[in-house]
């Protein structure tokens, strides 16, 4: 089992930056691809981005290319989402997961998931 637990959400004003961090106990997280999502009332959730188990690949959903960035420190069992030009639209729940499949997590159906914190880009 690994538990996951998202920090960091909060209010921020449009074109303001955000980090967000992701700790993980349990099983030894190095051996999990890590990613991730959000999620707004009335849709699904959805992808964001993932990082692979050295942290050397990374890829984005076109959404937030160029503004989010992921990145990972498997010595103290932590990923990192750093968003930056943040828009209204990316005001959501968002969610931490790891999974021992990066093709399963790339599709949202990860081995493990955090329970969410809320982000929320507002004037």
């Known amino acids: 089992q690994v538990q996951l637990v998202e920090s960091g959400g909060g209010l921020v004003q449009p074109g303001g930056s955000l980090r967000l961090s992701c700790a993980a106990s349990?099983?030894?997280?190095?051996?999990?691809?890590m990613g991730w999502f959000r999620q707004t009332p009335g849709k699904e959730r959805e992808f964001v981005g993932r990082i692979d188990i050295s942290g050397t690949y990374t890829d984005y959903a076109d959404s937030v290319k160029g503004r989010f960035t992921i990145s990972r420190d498997n010595a103290k069992n932590t990923m990192f989402l750093q968003m930056g030009s943040l828009k209204p639209e990316d005001t959501a729940v968002y969610y931490c997961a790891a999974c021992l499949s990066a093709t399963r997590l790339r599709v949202g159906a990860p081995d493990f998931w955090g329970q969410g914190t809320q982000v929320t880009v507002s004037s």
């Open positions: 349990g099983r030894t997280v190095s051996d999990y691809a």
